[in-house]
């Protein structure tokens, strides 16, 4: 029997009907305003949770100093500390929390690596999963290519094991400290997401907790509506405990820049890479409005010739030679832009050495591109407050939509990167794109861009970092996009992208799955 | 900076300390104790935030101890925080007060004793699992052309990494020692640190990096080695010796206990892991405390890089 089947059979729900709706643009609780933290849980029943927790051995903790760790996320905006921390340890334990969490109404806020942005792996009260107790490799099957892990595990550790092997996982963020189990809630682009679908795509079966307790095996075979709601499901219906993933044989990265002086010509060449399996890797990174790099990489060397043969002639972008003459001929004619032509050039000087290191590079290949990328995002990019909204969309509205992100960057920050990548979708995973950062309208393939303030150190006020974000969602409002980071703090916006009919569906299969809404509150619902 | 409140332990060029820490995690992925323990507050990354939150001292103190001082978070903290530094601060605070007099007690008495004098030229500073291995030490140095420390400093060694302050007559009769040395070579990198501030004017090596530079021990080495690294060398000063080691690599094809970010990985605890997937002829170790952390894994020799130049 499907885990969610009681669910499906519940009748729909009419808007309106509810009361308080926990998604309503006011929906953050006690709090009118939009966009900030959701209310402190107060702490009724706390102590006998407490007792019944120690009871049951689950290993939870209520010093400042195991709290302390969880305070923020790596959004740095969203503030709050939970009463109690647990460390995963097992999907044992695991239910035997979420049981009591039903019973005495206590919030469980689950975190993997704490990369949200938005407040979605902070707690404010209740207790904190802290899903990276489960970090170990079941088993690897080189002769199926595939691999079980405990979710909890980094997808970089992951490739550690993988390596070991001469296996690599498909894709997965860029990012040293994603998940494996918060990747798969909410989707996962990595630079083959153009060809391979997004991480979420390559989970052929999960283990999960469900919000009442019950520890049930999930696949498009068993349990299939559970693994649909599962997978890109923002954690509202299970704690990924276990996940059996796809793998590939190990290649090192053939990696080839192009520059454009024109974003919207630097898009449309990245689809048509995409549209005609050019390459095994694309995205797209500004540097400046007039300097765009459009990154391409390939698996083997016949794919690579294969793309100088037939492709690289009908890209539009330049090497990197040709791209520096042409901005010295730029900034001759337009002297008075000197402070743009400097800051293109310290990002070439410091930027450019950082993505070519000798030691992460051999016989000119690439060997882990995450390694490179993630380390220099983070010298980069990184920093206490970390604001990306993003907008997904289908293929034909991306030019545009991305066009009037930019033009928000630009009056917001001086600046800023765009990082735009498509997603290669699976037509028989549309179920599980359901209210997700997959837009509705998308064809085969979905084009995702994230819209990076580079703060240089400085610090913003949280009202004009929140303003930006609205600036940036309102266009996706407008155009009918969806978005990555559409929980936590973001959430106001749910009802506007999704509409009210597929809300309400999914909230009464919310309301089924987790009666006391204890699993991720504030996150989406 | 960092440890100056102590005076017990000295920072490098920290440039922010746990109030700095923005949560990254990066630390906590090469952290040992996280790989065996999987729980974030045993990382520098879980002792800054609890810190930041309020935490005292005593709540933290577990972690604090348990730190092996490799130095792995180092190279890859966005923030540049002097993490070791930061430990032995807290160290330092820790301190148990009876367990200062007597390490302070040991350490005056030896001060009692006479610097051994040294010549102008190369110092080799071993370690205490080196200095009971007379005919390694002879070996080394014999193809260093440095003579042995007389006074390897342990006691001082030992009260730094507990955080006891030194007794400034101890300090002087071991730098004493030294002063001499145009270049200095340890085998724990944990002197590095130290010794950069206290004589500056000396060139510090560590044991493997002046070993691995001469041809006839480079070329005693085979593509079915592993190679073991010593941590606290190498993270101290990773810019320069990741570009030595990757040199080596290519040279002579055999593989190093790093993982994917060239991080290295402590042996202790964690041999197995270094280990696994791995199709290994003969371990080689800059640190005869190494040795001994494969030894209980078996299923192939394990030399001191001293000894490839035998091969």
């Known amino acids: 029997m499907d885990a969610l089947s009681p669910a499906l059979e519940a009748p729909a729900v009419e808007h309106g009907t509810l009361g308080t709706c926990p998604v309503a643009p006011d929906a953050l609780q006690g709090i009118k305003r939009q966009q900030t933290n959701p209310a402190r849980w107060k702490g009724e029943h706390w102590a006998a949770f407490a007792a019944e927790l120690s009871s049951l051995e689950t290993g939870l903790s209520e010093s400042i100093a195991a709290r302390g760790a969880y305070a923020t996320d790596a959004g740095g905006t969203a503030y709050g500390l939970p009463h109690g921390v647990v460390i995963a340890k097992s999907a044992e334990q695991i239910a035997n929390l979420l049981k009591a969490a039903q019973r005495f109404r206590v919030p469980v806020t689950v975190r993997g690596g704490g990369l949200t942005t938005e407040g979605e792996s902070v707690a404010f009260g209740g207790v904190l999963l802290d899903m990276t107790g489960m970090s170990r490799v079941i088993s690897i099957d080189p002769a199926s290519l595939t691999v079980r892990t405990q979710a909890g595990i980094f997808w970089h550790s992951l490739a550690e094991e993988l390596r070991r092997e001469n296996l690599d996982y498909l894709s997965a963020p860029l990012n040293l ?59 509202q219906f299970g704690v990924i405990t276990e996940a059996t993933l796809k793998v590939r044989p190990y290649t090192p990265l053939r990696m080839h820049y192009y520059y454009y002086s024109s974003l919207r010509t630097a898009i449309e060449d990245l689809q048509l890479i995409d549209r005609n399996d050019a390459s095994d890797y694309s995205g797209i990174l500004t540097i400046l409005d007039c300097a765009v790099n459009l990154l391409v990489a390939f698996d083997s060397t016949e794919r690579e010739a294969a793309f100088r043969a037939q492709w690289e002639a009908k890209l539009r972008g330049h090497g990197e030679t040709g791209f520096a003459l042409r901005m010295l001929a730029r900034y001759a004619l337009r002297p008075w832009k000197i402070g743009e032509a400097w800051f293109l050039l310290q990002r070439k000087r410091e930027l450019f050495p950082e993505l070519r290191r000798t030691e992460y590079m051999r016989d000119g290949l690439m060997l882990d591109r995450t390694v490179v990328f993630s380390r220099a995002v983070w010298k980069f990019w990184g920093g206490r407050q970390m604001v990306i909204p993003d907008l997904a969309t289908s293929a034909a509205k991306f030019a545009d939509t991305v066009e009037r992100g930019n033009a928000v960057c630009r009056r917001y920050f001086q600046h800023y990167t765009l990082y735009c990548v498509g ?9 599980h794109y359901e209210m997700s950062c997959i837009p509705p309208d998308a064809e085969d393939w979905a084009y995702g861009c994230e819209f990076e303030p580079m703060t240089n150190g400085r610090t913003y006020s949280r009202d004009h970092l929140q303003s930006f974000k609205n600036a940036i969602y309102d266009i996706g409002v407008d155009i009918g996009a969806s978005y990555y980071r559409f929980g936590g703090m973001m959430k106001g916006y749910i009802r506007r992208v999704f509409g009210d009919a597929l809300v309400d569906r999914h909230l009464a299969l919310k309301r089924k799955a987790d009666p006391a809404m204890i699993l991720n509150r504030d996150v989406i619902f | ?34 790989r065996t323990t999987h729980d974030p507050r045993m990382t520098p990354e879980g002792r800054a935030k609890a810190l930041q939150h309020g935490a005292s001292l005593e709540e933290v103190a577990a972690s604090v101890q348990a730190c092996t001082l490799c130095g792995a978070c180092e190279p890859v903290c966005p923030e540049e925080i002097d993490l070791i530094g930061m430990t032995l601060d807290l160290r330092a605070r820790l301190a148990d007060g009876q367990v200062v007099k007597v390490m302070q007690e040991e350490m005056k008495r030896k001060a009692a004793h006479s610097p051994v004098p040294v010549r102008a030229g190369r110092l080799f500073v071993p370690g205490p699992a080196m200095r009971i291995k007379d005919d390694v030490l002879k070996r080394i140095s014999l193809l260093l052309g440095a003579d042995v420390c007389g006074d390897d400093g342990a006691d001082i060694a030992r009260a730094l990494k507990a955080g006891v302050p030194i007794p400034g007559e101890r300090l002087e009769t071991f730098l004493a020692g030294l002063r001499n040395a145009k270049t200095l070579i340890v085998e724990d990198g944990f002197w590095m640190r130290h010794l950069r501030v206290w004589l500056p004017k000396a060139r510090l090596l560590s044991l493997g990096e002046a070993l691995s530079s001469l041809d006839k021990v480079r070329r005693g080495l ?22 030595h080691y990757d040199r080596l690599q290519l040279e002579r094809g055999c593989s190093f206990n790093l993982d994917l970010q060239r991080i290295a990985i402590p042996p202790a605890g964690q041999a197995e ?15 005869q405390e190494d040795a001994e952390s494969f030894a209980l894994h078996g299923g192939c020799p394990v030399v001191h890089v001293a000894e490839l130049a035998d091969h």
């Open chain 1, 177 to 235: 400290t994603s998940s494996v189990g918060g990747t798969l809630g909410v989707g996962g682009i990595d630079v083959n997401s153009p060809r391979l679908g997004c991480s979420a795509d390559q989970a052929i079966a999960l283990q999960v907790v469900t919000p009442t307790g019950e520890i049930v095996e999930c696949s498009d075979m068993q349990n299939a509506e559970l693994f649909e709601r599962v997978i890109l499901g923002y954690g």
């Open chain 1, 423 to 431: 997603i290669r979708l699976r037509r028989d995973h549309r179920e």
């Open chain 2, 1 to 34: 900076m960092f440890g100056s409140r102590s005076g017990t332990t000295v920072g490098t060029a920290a440039r922010s300390d746990h109030t700095d820490c923005s949560g990254c995690s990066l630390c906590l992925l090469v952290c040992p104790n996280w």
């Open chain 2, 222 to 243: 085979r593509k079915t080695d592993l190679y073991v690294i010593e941590p606290r060398s190498y993270h101290g000063d990773y810019e320069r010796l990741v570009k």
């Open chain 2, 273 to 287: 892991w270094i280990l696994k997937g791995r199709k290994v002829e003969r371990i080689v170790v800059e640190r």
